[in-house]
């Protein structure tokens, strides 16, 4: 039939050809295809990783603190002198107020005193020592105005208590109830009044009073003595002027080393195979000039305090310049007639 195509031989051959030589064209083709999406994907992959880790970092760098604090410095620089170098501040800071540099602490000195004191009489009392205070009060120390006109005369006598442990109990309401009708105490805030506190008292009532009155003397008395006042103020005249004075009862003797017994030292092993107390004023009654009550307002923070208050100023006045004064009129237990003080 003259009018259909026809097929020969050669064109078949090429068509076979053909298709043998397409077949792995395609699976080339598919092959790359594959590999471009995977290096595609792992680049994209990529970035996102490098995006995320770059915004981690910049937050973290964002929540990092600016200003390292007292704790890292201490972490970095190691610095074990620190609380050497606070303490020798506080010194300096104290010093400063003894001597008026600070403005507050200035005006406060103005509003106790305006001129220089001849002296600080403080009475130790404690809050179970009420009638003991009464007893003073009937005796030797001033009332009300008779008070007032001695300071005026220049000394200020106050009954000298710390506070409670719990601070503003019944105990620390009674004392102020008192001192409101009184206004005969000097209340250390910062001291905890009990028994075994007492030795730390002593630096409390120096410390405070020095930066409180400007006077020429300070004088610690226990509540249990009756005061001569105007000879113990003509014995203060008398040794007006006087620096570095330490003025009292001079005594040493024993140091009790058995715990449980009548004055108990708990150091007693510092003092030697003789267990003997250095020469110190009795705590009945004892006497500072200025600069020895300066001394103790700017040393406080490192002098070492023993079981009793008067063997402790006298172990503080072995490192200074002190002039030892031992007055019999200050024994108070002696049976001297001139003496100015004597036991209750």
């Known amino acids: 039939m003259e009018g259909l195509p026809t097929t020969t031989k050669g064109d078949k051959r090429w068509r076979s050809k053909n298709l043998q030589t397409s077949k792995p064209s395609l699976l080339m083709a598919f092959f790359s295809c594959i590999a471009w999406l995977y290096v595609a994907g792992r680049l994209w992959q990529d ?3 490098r995006t995320l880790l770059a915004n981690l970092l910049k937050k973290n760098m964002e929540q990092r603190p600016k200003v390292l604090t007292v704790e890292d410095k201490l972490m970095v620089l190691g610095c074990k002198d620190l609380e050497k170098r606070i303490v020798e501040a506080e010194m300096d800071l104290t010093l400063a107020k003894s001597q ?7 005006r406060q000195s103005e509003s106790f005193s305006e001129k220089k ?4 009489i403080g009475v130790y009392s404690g809050f179970g020592s009420y009638l003991k205070r009464q007893t003073s009060r009937g005796s030797w120390m001033p009332r009300g105005d008779a008070l007032k006109k001695l300071e005026e005369r220049g000394v200020v006598v106050r009954f000298v208590i710390g506070r409670s442990a719990n601070r503003g109990d019944s105990l620390d309401r009674h004392i102020d109830e008192e001192n409101h009708r009184t206004k005969d105490f000097f209340i250390l805030e910062g001291h905890e009044e009990a028994q075994e506190e007492l030795p730390k008292k002593v630096k409390f009532f120096f410390s405070t009073a020095v930066q409180n009155w400007d006077a020429e003397f300070y004088v610690k ?5 009756d005061i001569d006042l105007e000879g113990l103020i003509g014995l203060l005249e008398h040794r007006r002027g006087q620096d570095s004075a330490y003025v009292g009862c001079m005594k040493s003797g024993e140091v009790v080393s058995e715990e449980g017994k009548d004055w108990y030292e708990p150091d007693w092993w510092k003092f030697g195979d003789e267990k003997s107390y250095f020469q110190h004023a009795s705590g009945s009654l004892f006497i500072l000039s200025k600069n020895l009550a300066q001394y103790i ?4 923070a490192s002098l070492k305090t023993y079981a009793y208050d008067d063997t402790s100023v006298g172990s503080w006045m072995m490192g200074v310049k002190a002039t030892y004064i031992d007055d019999n009129r200050l024994c108070c237990g002696s049976i001297r007639q001139d003496k ?5």
């Not at 307002?297 to 406080?300: A, F, G, Q, Y």
């Not at 100015?340 to 209750?344: N, Q, Y």
């Open 221 to 225: 008395v226990n509540d249990n003595i």
């Open 100 to 106: 008026g540099y600070l403005k507050n602490q200035l």
């Open 47 to 49: 970035a996102e990783n």
């Open 117 to 120: 004191l001849l002296a600080v």
């Open 297 to 300: 307002n700017v040393n406080s």
């Open 340 to 344: 100015v003080c004597s036991l209750a």
